[in-house]
């Protein structure tokens, strides 16, 4: 006898290759989307998809780089003026005129063993600007060779000046110094600058910055007195006159000028400190170059 045969259900057939269909494509999709975020461009010519790359770190900031030079500011209402120096330097006022010099081997005019810059009001309250200019010259040295005149503008103001050289003991050899003077409200004014003639390169910048940044701030309220004291065997300090301005107290006169309240008060027949009247005339006992 013939055995009988089995016969496929043709719906189970077409369930499966569904099912298996289903399965590839979604095996496909899977496959595609883990490839894009790979970066795999699938083998396709002329793909321009970039490839994922880590942030660059930024390049440290190179160390030891200078810092601005640090500067001073140096303002006096009393003398009418201000400008900036470098913190480094030091500085030395004598009544009527501040010295500068990056030591202190440069605060004595005098005595100049330093490079130095100072500025100032004549004693004789000189206001022709010629005639103090050429004093301000024979003071530095009695012989020197003159390199060159010009005008130049500082604090907005025009100034005459002269550029000189002369023999300086202090600085064995031959020292380089530039003077200007002007006269502003009456009042004269007055610039040095020396510095040895093989150091000039070095401190010119430097004083030319400071004379950049000089500024007249008002009318100078701290003036020469005109009398002269008599000749004596021992010379006695000369005073120098202050007029009391709007605000000021006495115990703020004596610590611009480094006196004693006391001692100030004493001087001016003062006897109670708490008034002043403005526009006083104040005698500070304190030597005035």
Known sequence: MFERKRRVNPNLVSFGAATLLLVFTFALIGFVALSVL??????????????????????????????????????????GFEFQYPKAWQKKQYGLEIILSPSGAGLDPENLQDAAIWFGIPADNTTNTGELLLRLQGGLSPEYQTLGRETMVIGEQPWQSAQIRFE???????ATATIATTSRD??????????????????????????????????????????????????TPTPVIYIVQSG?????IAAEFGVDIDTLAARNGIEDPRYLRTGAKLVIPRKRR
């Open 248 to 252: 000021d107290t006495l115990g703020k």
């Open 168 to 174: 300086h003991d202090q600085f064995n050899g031959p």
């Open 38 to 79: 790979m970066g795999n461009n699938f083998g396709v010519e002329g793909s321009n998809r970039p490839t994922p790359r880590l942030a660059e770190t930024p390049a440290d900031v190179v160390a030891g780089t200078p810092a601005p030079l640090g500067l001073n500011t140096y303002r006096d209402t009393a003398l």
């Open 186 to 235: 009456n009042v004269g004014y007055y610039v040095v600058a020396v510095a040895p003639s093989d150091l000039l390169n070095t401190m010119d910048s430097q004083f030319q910055a400071i004379l950049n940044s000089f500024r007249f701030t008002s009318e100078a309220v701290l003036r020469p007195t005109d009398a002269t004291p008599p000749p004596t065997p021992t010379p």
